[in-house]
Each structure stands twice: as structure tokens, then as C-alpha cells.
């Protein structure tokens, strides 16, 4: 299963509303070019939340009980890019952007 | 309502946390919170989930990743932030639902489980849970992050 995400720096803002952070990697464009990066980024815990997204769309509701997810964060994301979130049939998690992979783990329900 | 931002120490609002400051199996002190409908409603927006909940044993319960955004106030009310970190890693493991319906208090805790250097970059990893007021547990954390020297 697999769903595709549009991230926008009004995107980034609108998490950073609700994750109440000033980190300003985030917001500010040229601070984040000084540290290397080709703009702000995105929150890791944003992109981790799209895969949750999908994790109850493939597990329902059984995710709030038994939901495992473990995620290793491995390239950034930036505004203008598109996330594809992809959950295989054994719980393999990807995330990636046109670069390659973003976020790899897995997302699996614990035995009831 | 328990915004995160009325509890999370912000970057830029305290001097941040050194590397060397942080203790390696240090409790991370009791964070109280409550997580409203409201709450529930703009985090699911914010990640584009239904706002309105999911369906679960006849009433409407939240993403259990309405957790995320309080996850590193677990941490900075002990060690504030530096500006500039970025994540590495994370586990979250869920235990129970959370409604969207209700106003639903949570009391979270954790520990610094360790710091590391690698290839240049220090990293501090530590773990948070989260309960109910009674005492039952609604998910668990461990999250690893570097920050700039």
C-alpha cells in the first residue's frame, strides 16, 4: 500500500504550528543552505506522521493498540517535494522522495 | 486544551543544551498533559489524516501519533533545545487509543538511554511513555536526534 504526500513549506508550517518547536532549520531558508542543505526542512516526526497515515489504512484501528513503528531518518525533505509512503505486506516502511529514500523502518502490529 | 508549545521549552528561548551536559540514564521528570478534540483535529490536519477521527469500539478515537508533537518535551523541559537538531531515528509503540472525542490526560516520563559520536555528528538518544492518569500505558518512544556542536 502506498500513498503520496505534497510537502510545501505551508506544510512544514502548519506542523510546526501544532509541534509548537522555533527551530529555525525549519523556517529559515538561508540558515538551513549555511548548515548544507538546499533549503528549510521538514519535521522528521511530519513524515513519520504520513506513514502512521497510512499505517491505519492498512491495519485500522488495531494500529492504537498494537502499532509498532521504527523509522530511521536518512535524507531530508524540502518544500517542493513529493513523499511516496509505502507499507509492503511484511511491514517494510519506505518513504522517498525524488532523491531516493527518506525514511526506512517498519511498520508492523505486535502479536494480540 | 495542552498545546505543545505551552509545555516544550522552544529553541532560542533558553541556552540550549551542550552535548557534554547530558547525563547517561537521567529521569527525564514527570510532563502532564491533556490532549483535546482540538488538538486531535490540527495534528490530523497537519499530516493530513481524517480530522474527524477513526472509528474504534463505537466511538471516535485520535492518530496515535497525536503523541509526536509532545515527544520532545519529554526531553527539553530537562535539557533545553539547541537550535538546529535534527533527527535520526525513532520507535513509537502504541498500547491504547486516545479519543477524539474527549478530553483525554496524559502523564508522560522518560530517561536519557545514551550519547554517542559518530562520523563527527553527537547523538542523544532517550526514551519516553506515556500513561493515563490512571496509570495504564498508551504508547512508548525512543528517540535519537544530533545536535550541532
Redesign the interface.
Known amino acids: 500500500m502506498q500513498r503520496q504526500f505534497t510537502v510545501t513549506q505551508e506544510t512544514i508550517d502548519r506542523y510546526g504550528a501544532i509541534n509548537g518547536d522555533r527551530d529555525i532549520i525549519h523556517y529559515d531558508a538561508d540558515y538551513a543552505k549555511e548548515r548544507g542543505f538546499r533549503g528549510t526542512l521538514a519535521h522528521g516526526l511530519m513524515v513519520q506522521g504520513y506513514a502512521n497515515v497510512l499505517a491505519v489504512d492498512l491495519y485500522g484501528t488495531s494500529w492504537m493498540d498494537r502499532g509498532e513503528i521504527e523509522v530511521k531518518f536518512v535524507r531530508p525533505v524540502f518544500p517542493g517535494d513529493t513523499v511516496t509512503v509505502e507499507i509492503d505486506d511484511a511491514g517494510k516502511l519506505t518513504a522517498s522522495n525524488q532523491d531516493g529514500p527518506v525514511i526506512v523502518g517498519t511498520a508492523k502490529l505486535r502479536s494480540a | 486544551m495542552t498545546?505543545?508549545?505551552?509545555i516544550?521549552p522552544?529553541?532560542?528561548?533558553v541556552r540550549g543544551t551542550k552535548f557534554e551536559e547530558y547525563v547517561i540514564h537521567d529521569a527525564l521528570p514527570e510532563l502532564r498533559f491533556t490532549i483535546t478534540p482540538d488538538?486531535v483535529r490540527?495534528?490530523a490536519?497537519?499530516?493530513?489524516?481524517d480530522p474527524a477521527g477513526?472509528?474504534?469500539?463505537g466511538s471516535k478515537?485520535a492518530?496515535?501519533?497525536v503523541l509526536?508533537?509532545y515527544?520532545?518535551?519529554v526531553l527539553y523541559r530537562k535539557y533545553p533545545?539547541a537550535?538546529?537538531?535534527?533527527?535520526?531515528?525513532?520507535?513509537?509503540?502504541?498500547?491504547?487509543?486516545?479519543s477524539a472525542e474527549t478530553d483525554t490526560e496524559i502523564v508522560a516520563d522518560g530517561r536519557i538511554e545514551e550519547t554517542y559520536e559518530k562520523r563527527g555528528r553527537r547523538y542523544v538518544s532517550y526514551s519516553a511513555r506515556f500513561r493515563t492518569t490512571d496509570g495504564d500505558l498508551i504508547a512508548e518512544a525512543v528517540n535519537t536526534s544530533t545536535f550541532?556542536s
Open positions: 498545546r505543545p508549545s505551552d516544550k522552544r529553541e532560542g528561548e488538538v490540527e495534528y490536519e497537519a499530516v493530513e489524516a477513526y472509528e474504534h469500539e478515537v492518530l496515535p501519533s509526536a508533537p515527544l520532545m518535551a533545545p537550535q538546529g537538531g535534527i533527527m535520526a531515528s525513532n520507535v513509537f509503540r502504541f498500547h491504547g487509543p486516545i550541532p
